[in-house]
């Protein structure tokens, strides 16, 4: 049984740091991607970003590309986001999610997801 838990959410002034993480288990797939998506109040869910597992390349949405790293840990089988200079329209729910392949946009093609997290940014 495929699991995706992230934490790491919470309350943070304007500029401020996050580190949010995603640790996944019960996958059998040779080659896989983690991505990370939000939904933000009254919008669509949108990607963050994502890491392919075997190569470790990165993909980041141009709205927090520049102040967001996406990195993983082997040994845990966790995916970190790490977002900096946060700002309130990054408030949103954060979902990580897993998929076959590599890493792209559409949010209906990746297979599973976490129940997601909260991060809010004061202004």
């Known amino acids: 049984q495929v699991q995706l838990v992230e934490s790491g959410g919470g309350l943070v002034q304007a500029g401020g740091s996050l580190r949010l993480s995603c640790a996944v288990s019960?996958?059998?797939?040779?080659?896989?991607?983690v991505g990370w998506f939000r939904r933000a109040p009254g919008k669509d869910r949108e990607i963050v970003g994502g890491i392919q597992w075997s190569s470790g390349s990165t993909y980041y949405a141009d709205s927090v590309k520049g102040r967001s790293t996406i990195t993983r840990d082997n040994a845990k089988n966790t995916v970190f986001l790490q977002m900096n200079s946060l700002k309130a329209e990054d408030t949103a729910v954060y979902y990580c999610?897993?998929?076959?392949?590599?890493?792209?946009?559409?949010?209906?093609?990746?297979?599973?997801w976490g129940q997601g997290t909260q991060v809010t940014v004061s202004s």
């Open positions: 019960g996958l059998t797939f040779v080659t896989y991607a």
């Open positions: 999610a897993v998929r076959r392949g590599s890493v792209i946009t559409r949010v209906l093609l990746y297979d599973y």
